[in-house]
């Protein structure tokens, strides 16, 4: 016959107690049947606080990061397709869980591919726009480009389609108040990580880093993003400047006609120094004049064009 003292019980953890007190009864009531009256007392208050304490422990909901860096494709359904401009639209796509989150950090991107009718694969990067610490979905905005073979695809999916997404492909380590101020130059849907930086740092209360944001389009109507950039505008005004360039005005416009000029930037960004820094995101055409293009996604090439002749150096230059 096993007897416990109530002066061991208090130096044993009770639910290690419990447990094993469970499971000595269990041992006790098959071998002798006859001792059971004895045990049961002790042993029956312990297996009923060891699984009282189970039932009432604390449930943690924690989100989980999708992408990890396992280079593993994952097939994500489309939910929702919203026009932002006539060649442009806004991609919500769900993630695996309610609680899931992308898992990308500050200025990083995703893969996304398919494989079209001849086993090819089509891989193209993407910046997500939507905040990154957003639970159940993200989401793309993307450009339709006429021979575009990834465009078209994603432009002919309807909801519940699905696309193969895998990464996070880091372009930038960003450090909190790394510098006391940024210029971002952007065209198009350049705009993407440029407006993750945006978003992120001025919604940041720990950021005091001063933003520069000058965006040109063809028209006002193809300036994308425009109203979630002027509500966090209107919100941070010490520090985010927005700068709109069009082609073309067209009715009311509040921004500037024409290129983003060399002089336009020498008046109005902050000069060269260690503690600025430029980021840039655009068509080819714009890159070349402003910075020149990568060479590869682990080369950014020389630096050319209006930010070298403003007097920026190579290394205080990033090229999306």
């Known amino acids: 016959m096993v007897i416990v003292s109530s002066t061991a019980l208090q130096d044993i953890p009770t639910r290690i107690l419990a447990r094993n007190q469970c499971q000595m009864f269990g041992a006790i009531s098959r071998s002798n049947r006859r001792i059971v009256p004895l045990a049961i007392g002790g042993a029956a208050i312990a297996c009923s606080a060891y699984y009282a304490a189970r039932m009432f422990t604390p449930v943690r909901n924690e989100s989980s990061a999708v992408f990890v860096g396992d280079d593993k494709w994952i097939a994500l359904p489309l939910s929702k397709v919203e026009d932002l401009s006539h060649d442009t639209k806004r991609f919500t796509f769900d993630l695996p869980g309610e609680d899931s989150t992308t898992g990308l950090t500050l200025c990083s991107a995703l893969l996304a591919k398919f494989v079209t009718a001849k086993g ?42 699905t696309v193969l997404f895998k990464g996070p492909i880091k372009k930038w380590q960003w450090k909190e108040n790394s510098f006391d101020s940024i210029v971002l130059l952007g065209a198009g849907t350049g705009i993407n990580p440029l407006f993750q930086l945006v978003h992120h740092l001025s919604e940041n209360p720990n950021e005091k880093t001063e933003i520069h944001l000058f965006y040109g389009n063809k028209t006002p109507q193809d300036i994308l993003l425009k109203k979630e950039l002027d509500e966090l505008q209107k919100k941070h005004p010490d520090r985010l400047k927005i700068s709109y360039f069009v082609d073309k005005k067209d009715g009311e416009f509040e921004g500037e006609t024409g ?14 120094s260690e503690k600025t820094h430029v980021f840039v995101c655009g068509p080819p055409p714009f890159m070349k004049a402003y910075s020149g293009e990568k060479v590869s996604p682990m080369d950014q090439g020389e630096l050319v064009g209006i930010l070298k002749d403003l007097g920026y150096s190579k290394d205080q230059v990033f090229k999306f």
């Open 120 to 161: 090819n694969n089509v891989i193209r990067p993407y910046t997500p726009v939507s905040d990154l610490s957003r639970k159940g979905s993200f989401q793309l905005v993307i450009k339709h480009y006429k021979d575009g073979k990834m465009t078209s695809h994603l432009f002919g999916l309807k909801p519940s389609d």
């Open 259 to 272: 290129f983003i000029t060399k002089e336009y930037l020498e008046k109005h960004a902050p000069k060269p």
